[in-house]
């Protein structure tokens, strides 16, 4: 019997903000530090939840709304996405298609939350936020389209059936590095973006949530959490078909696989420097680039 | 058919009076009346029997070498759907706003070309014979001159003005061949005739008649490089009149453009794929160039050029799948394009008419002079909001439907037959992506900068909501847009059936057709069933956050300004600098014109930046163009020096002529 829905989504639950943590760590053996406790991102959100807020005099009920309709956007992406063996809770043609704008939704709400405090800071981090996934967003259906192509499926439990590995199409390859850049960008990690920043004026996702505190800070923060383990699952899922045949088993390993993608985001982002602003359509391009060849490859074959 | 009739003789009668009441005050309130009487009249024509019923009757009117033959079937009811809706909604929008230019202006006159728009263009889709239609077209496309034209007093509305007519008439010479060379080949005027006319002919002549037919309904339509008109046309006419052109003229270019294809038989291989790229570069160059907008309405525009252009790449698509019997790629691209269009203009009226709310609130709908109005207008704040979120095609309100079936269309194409097609079908799913992420950028951008934040300027600061009156016609149309989402199962077998009508040439994909719209309502079904558990989970976290804050403090303070003590308005993103990593990323040349120039020397005095937004075309390739023709007409004036004994000469010279080549 294959893990129920139920258990999967209550384990992305409950383990993406482990996957923050596990990142962390992981900067923290590369500059040989000993780095914070792995459950550090549960305690910061346990205790922004028991916070009060400070509002803005110029905000309206768009910044109040902004946390609660990001993160019920982000959790319901995380009904569509499959993790291991058996679909996921929902699914039809098309579903993916669906996930990606349900993402949109969630990125509006904050940058529509930032562009309500009337910050120039914020102002900026709304901007770029949304041009960067204009450019990101069509990567990501790229990336869809070539696992289409080699599955002849359109919905993410058949796209997601690790097609990199069981195939034995090299091309297929880079459609997780593509996937891959794609989750850099979207998650606001080195080398887009700098989550530990201290200048506002060189942040992104950061700034646009400076105003936010108390339990809405922690909405968001959980939700970029989740919308960080949902990237992680669909990358998984490009690569890793189930291995054993035993469902408790693939579901374990597909687990696994997320927490290996939070590895590699850590090891990305300490090693690598992160790039000028003008940069990163560039970067972003090179994801198309990889894609595209991968689909014609796909096709051609 | 009696309904409907009815409904023209309302429309008809209250143009009539309108002219009649001229400039007294019971114009603004006769006009208003007989449109929406006529209106709901004709929804219930419209939505009354099946809705892919074929009923056809002749108008009493006596047509010189046509006659009055209309009909109703499955393609027109779906057309007309937006005319009556936004028609009431715009009616009731526009008596509100009027009202008070009653005094100085002939509202009379006003009403009288609002009601005989209305009237001509239910014609245009009801008409089932080339000469009723095409008198129908010419007052549709001269009716809106007029209403643009209602502020005459400033030379940019009269300027606008005239680059619609001339735009409207440019398109309309095409359209008047097409349907000459077709009566030609005829004989007869009826569209049955004209159908079974074209058949005949060769390859070629269907070919010649295909790119008359796109150029003419696509002038009306707004298609690149025919757009020109939209930009100039709509920031100048009054909201409810933008909003009803925008939202439901607009769409009679397509409905042209539907029934033509109807009367040439078969489509050629590339029909579908120039229809396709047509419908591609409209796309992506009507969102680049509403990005570097600065002016609401004019944005608005352009995003209409955009979505148009959505609009043909379903066509595209579907004429493409028709054509190589892929059923998939026909149903899902024509339904996809009808489905748009329905909800183009519900959230395009309503964002329009929310932009005429904003207007006449603040006096302004240039960004850089709003801000901070969602605390100062909240309701109309919310109603943009409503529109703005759907025309991003965020889930679950109305304009993702559309956008995912167009999506879902194209996905299969790696099924597809060569390797050329299976890349041009995925290409243009790419672009698609490409230009929902734009769209973001942008109406992010005009909510976002209009709505939130803090005022740019006194008379933003000073703009209030307007009454309920006022704002009714808005939330009908938010609640079009909500219920387009969530019903859109329903929408979609009203499409399927005017879907039949294009694929009765194609009867193997026809036969498949209803299985895949099948399979489009079971999709849509899910994602409404999604849009209801996202609103349930949006009131679950609601009451989550209600309840950490509970007994907690709770202050206000002021936006935390990076230790800056004297944050200004002034300092806010403006609607350049939002958009200027778009543009810096696709080049700056494309949408804007900047001029620099730089700070020099150890005490630098002066330093300018300018950036203005430009219509590529209409830079580089109409004004040049109309320069051409300007001097070429201006070389003719030799010939006219008002020497009358030389004019006589003419006479003579031409007369000899004659005579001498008769001989």
Redesign the interface.
């Known amino acids: 019997m294959a893990a129920p829905a139920v258990l999967r989504i209550l384990t992305a639950l409950v383990l993406a903000p482990l996957l923050l943590g596990v990142i962390n760590r992981v900067k923290a053996i590369f500059a040989g530090r000993q780095g914070r406790r792995l459950s550090q991102p549960y305690r910061d959100l346990f205790k922004l939840?028991?916070?009060?807020?400070?509002?803005?005099?110029?905000?309206?009920w768009?910044f109040k709304?902004a946390?609660?309709?990001s993160?019920?956007?982000i959790?319901?992406v995380l009904?569509?996405v499959p993790l291991g063996p058996g679909g996921p809770a929902?699914s039809?043609?098309?579903?993916f298609?669906?996930a990606v704008?349900?993402l949109?939704?969630a990125?509006?709400a904050v940058?529509?939350g930032a562009?309500?405090?009337?910050?120039?800071?914020?102002?900026?981090g709304?901007?770029?936020e949304?041009?960067?996934?204009?450019?990101?967003?069509?990567a990501l259906?790229?990336c869809f389209?070539v696992l289409?192509?080699s599955t002849?499926g359109?919905t993410l439990g058949v796209l997601l059936r690790g097609a990199a590995l069981s195939s034995t199409a090299p091309e297929l390859a880079l459609a997780p590095i593509a996937l891959f850049i794609v989750l850099l960008a979207e998650n606001s990690r080195i080398p887009v973006d700098d989550p530990n920043t201290h200048l506002?004026l060189t942040m992104i996702h950061e700034v646009m949530i400076?105003?936010h505190s108390?339990?809405?800070l922690?909405?968001i923060e959980y939700g970029a959490a989740v919308k960080l383990w949902i990237f992680c699952a669909v990358l998984t899922g490009a690569v890793l078909p189930p291995l054993t045949g035993d469902p408790w088993l693939d579901f374990a390993l597909a687990v696994a696989g997320v927490f290996a993608c939070a590895a590699c985001v850590g090891v990305v982002e300490s090693v690598m420097a992160r790039l000028r602003?003008?940069r990163v359509?560039k970067l972003l391009a090179l994801a198309?680039a990889c894609a595209?060849i991968a689909?014609?490859l796909?096709?051609?074959r | 058919m009696t309904l409907l009739v009815l409904a023209l003789a309302v429309l008809a009668a209250g143009a009539a009076a309108c002219l009649c009441a001229g400039r007294s005050r019971a114009a603004n309130a006769l006009g208003p009346v007989c449109a929406v009487a006529g209106c709901l009249l004709g929804l219930a024509a419209t939505l009354s029997g099946p809705f892919g019923q074929t009923v056809s009757g002749v108008l009493p009117w006596g047509l010189p070498f046509g006659s009055g033959a209309i009909g109703l079937d499955a393609l027109s009811r779906l057309f007309l759907l937006p005319v009556f809706g936004l028609g009431a909604a715009c009616a009731l929008s526009g008596r509100v706003n009027l009202a008070h230019c009653a005094d100085d202006r002939n509202l009379g006159a006003h009403w009288f070309f609002f009601n005989l728009l209305l009237f001509s263009m239910v014609l245009v889709l009801a008409a089932r014979d080339a000469v009723l239609f095409l008198v129908a077209w010419e007052i549709m496309s001269l009716a809106p001159f007029f209403l643009i034209s209602f502020h005459d007093g400033e030379e940019r509305v009269r300027e606008a003005a005239w680059i619609y007519l001339v735009a409207a008439h440019l398109g309309a010479i095409f359209c008047l061949l097409f349907f000459l060379l077709l009566w030609n080949a005829s004989g007869e005027t009826g569209f049955a005739a004209l159908a079974a006319a074209s058949a005949s002919g060769g390859p070629g002549a269907a070919s010649a008649l295909f790119l008359l037919a796109l150029i003419g309904f696509g002038a009306k339509a707004g298609i690149m490089p025919m757009h020109v008109w939209l930009p100039a046309a709509h920031p100048a006419a009054p909201s409810h009149v933008s909003a009803f052109l925008s939202g439901a003229m607009i769409n009679a270019g397509i409905y042209g453009l539907v029934r033509a294809l109807g009367f040439l038989g078969p489509a050629q291989a590339w029909w579908g794929w120039l229809l396709l790229g047509a419908g591609l570069v409209s796309a992506l160059g009507g969102i680049l160039h509403a990005l570097g907008q600065r002016n609401i309405k004019r944005m608005l525009a352009y995003s209409s050029v955009e979505n148009m252009g959505l609009i043909l790449i379903g066509l595209g698509a579907g004429l493409v799948g028709a054509r190589s019997g892929d059923a998939w790629l026909a149903t899902f691209g024509l339904l996809g394009a009808f489905i748009h269009l329905l909800n183009h203009s519900a959230f395009k009226g309503l964002l329009f008419l929310g932009a005429g709310e904003v207007l006449h609130a603040a006096g302004t709908v240039r960004l850089d002079q709003l801000g901070g109005l969602q605390k100062r207008m909240p309701r109309t704040g919310i109603l943009f909001l409503v529109g703005a979120a759907s025309i991003m095609a965020l889930p679950p309100l109305t304009g993702f439907s559309g956008e995912l079936l167009l999506y879902l269309g194209l996905a299969k194409g790696f099924a597809a037959r060569g390797l050329l097609e299976q890349i041009g079908l995925l290409g243009s799913f790419f672009a698609l992506a490409a230009i929902g992420g734009l769209v973001f950028v942008c109406f992010a951008k005009a909510y976002g900068l209009a709505f939130l934040g803090e005022p740019r300027s006194g008379a933003a600061d000073k703009a209030r909501d307007a009454g309920a009156a006022a704002l009714w016609p808005l939330a009908i149309l938010a609640l079009a847009c909500l219920a387009g989402g969530l019903g859109a199962p329903w929408i979609v077998s009203l499409a399927a059936q005017a879907a039949d009508q294009p694929l009765t040439l194609y009867p193997a994909v026809a036969a498949q057709a209803p299985l895949v719209a099948g399979q489009g309502a079971r999709i849509l079904t899910g994602v409404a069933l999604a849009g209801l558990g996202l609103f349930a989970l949006v009131g679950v976290l609601a009451l989550l956050r209600a309840a950490l804050l509970r007994g907690r403090p709770v202050r206000a303070f002021r936006t935390w300004d990076c230790g800056y003590v004297a944050p200004d308005a002034r300092m806010q993103y403006s609607g350049a600098s939002f958009s200027e990593p778009v543009s810096a990323a696709v080049g700056p040349s494309v949408i804007a014109k900047e001029t620099y120039v730089a700070p020099e020397g150890y005490f630098p005095k002066r330093a300018v930046l300018t950036v203005a937004p430009r219509d590529l075309l209409e830079t580089f390739f109409f004004v040049p163009l109309f320069e051409l023709i300007g001097r070429a007409c201006d070389q003719a004036k030799v010939l006219q020096h008002g020497r009358i004994h030389l004019y006589i000469l003419y006479i003579l010279a031409v007369l000899v002529g004659l005579l001498l080549w008769k001989l």
């Open positions: 939840a028991r916070k009060g807020a400070v509002y803005s005099r110029t905000t309206t768009i709304a946390p609660v309709v993160l019920a956007a959790l319901a009904v569509l929902l039809f043609t098309g579903d298609i669906l704008y349900l949109a939704l990125r509006a940058v529509l562009l309500d405090t009337g910050s120039s800071f914020e102002g900026m709304a901007s770029r949304a041009a960067f996934s204009a450019l990101a967003e069509p259906f790229l389209l289409a192509a002849h359109l506002e400076l105003d108390g339990p809405d922690a909405f602003l003008p359509p198309c595209t689909l014609i796909t096709l051609w």
